[in-house]
C-alpha cells in the first residue's frame, strides 16, 4: 500500500520478474485491487502479493478507492483469508510529509488499526534519485521519530527498497522467515464480524475527516478570491494565480460530491452552501479570462 508512484505496482514486477505495468508518469498505475502468485525461491509454497491503489488516484475519488480496498477485505476477511504481512511504501526522494503522503498515510492507519502494527514494514523507496544520500537518511529518521513513531512503537519495522531484486526478496523475507499469527486489519474486523457500513468504520470517518478539512480549505480561497473580487481596482494578475488553484479544487470537488453523499457527511449548511455556490464564482473567473 501507499501513494501513487511510490513503487507499489514496481516492486511487485521486480519479485514476480515481469513488468506489471508500472506507471511512468503522473498518473496513477493501479486503479484496482489486483493480485498476483509467485514462487518463493527454494521453498514448496507460494506467495500471493495483493497491489493496491493510493488515496490519490487520477481516476477514482478517494471515497472509491476505499470501496475497492474494503470490498476486497471483506470478501477475504469472509473466507478466513487474513494477510500475513503489509508493506507501506513511501518515496524517500519526498522533501515533506504533506497533503497525499499524509492522508495516505492517516488512511492507512486506520485501515489496519493497531493489533496488526506487528505485521507491517514502513518500506522507503527511491533511493536512487536522491543527490546526496544523507538527505534520504535524515528525512528516514525524520519518519522514523515522529510521524511512523507510534507504529513502530506498536510493532512495526522499517526497511529500504533499493529497486533490486534481492532488495524485494530481503523485504519479503522478514514475513517468511519466522511463522506469525496472522491478524485482521481493523478494517476487515469491521465490516466481517461488527458489520459496520464503510461509513461507519474507523478509515470511513478518516476520511469523512478529511473531506471536512478540505471545504475549510475551499471556504478560505474563496474569501480571498472574494475580497480580490469586490475590490475596485481589483489585481487581474492576483486574480490569474488564485484561479489555477481554484479550478484544481473544484475538479476535487467535484470528486468529493459523491464522496460527501456516499458516507454522509454531516456537514455543516454553511460548508454545503459554500460547496453550491462556487460554480457561480468559476462561471466568474471564465468570463474575466
Known amino acids: 500500500m501507499g501513494p501513487t508512484g511510490t513503487g507499489k505496482s514496481s516492486f511487485i514486477s521486480t519479485v514476480v520478474g515481469q513488468d506489471k505495468g508500472v506507471g511512468h508518469n503522473l498518473e496513477s498505475c493501479t486503479s484496482d485491487v489486483s493480485a498476483v502468485r509467485v514462487q518463493v525461491p527454494g521453498e514448496d509454497f507460494k506467495l500471493v502479493l495483493v497491489d493496491t491503489p493510493g488515496f490519490d488516484d487520477t481516476h477514482k475519488s478517494d471515497y472509491q478507492i476505499l470501496e475497492l480496498i474494503s470490498d476486497w477485505l471483506e470478501r477475504t476477511g469472509k473466507k478466513k483469508i487474513l494477510l500475513s504481512g503489509i508493506l507501506y511504501l513511501h518515496r524517500i526522494s519526498d522533501n515533506r510529509m504533506a497533503g497525499t503522503p499524509l492522508k ?7 485501515l489496519c488499526g ?3 502494527c506487528s505485521q507491517i514494514i514502513m518500506v522507503t523507496t527511491m533511493w536512487g534519485e536522491l543527490a546526496n544520500r544523507d538527505i534520504g537518511h535524515q528525512r528516514e529518521e525524520e519518519l522514523k521519530s515522529t510521524f511512523w513513531a507510534p507504529m513502530i512503537k506498536r510493532g512495526s ?11 524485494a526478496w530481503d ?3 522478514h514475513f517468511l522467515s519466522v511463522p506469525r499469527e496472522r491478524q485482521e486489519l481493523q478494517l476487515q474486523k469491521e465490516l466481517v464480524e461488527l458489520q459496520k457500513a ?3 468504520t474507523a478509515a470511513g470517518k478518516e476520511l469523512s475527516k478529511a473531506i471536512n478539512e478540505f471545504v475549510n480549505k475551499q471556504e478560505s480561497l474563496m474569501r480571498t478570491l472574494q475580497t480580490q473580487m469586490h475590490k475596485p481596482d481589483a ?3 492576483i486574480v490569474a494565480l488564485l484561479r489555477g488553484q481554484y479550478e484544481e479544487l473544484e475538479r476535487q470537488r467535484q470528486n468529493l460530491m459523491g464522496d460527501v453523499e456516499a458516507l454522509r457527511v454531516p456537514l455543516k449548511k454553511k460548508l454545503r452552501d459554500a460547496l453550491a ?12 479570462s
Open 104 to 110: 495516505n498515510l492517516k488512511m492507512f492507519e486506520k
Open 114 to 116: 493497531r493489533d496488526a
Open 157 to 167: 519495522s522499517t526497511a529500504r527498497y533499493q529497486g533490486t531484486t534481492k532488495s
Open 171 to 173: 523485504i519479503l523475507e
Open 198 to 200: 464503510l461509513p461507519s
Open 235 to 237: 489585481d487581474k494578475e
Open 277 to 288: 455556490v462556487q460554480p457561480r464564482h468559476l462561471k466568474w473567473f471564465k468570463q474575466e
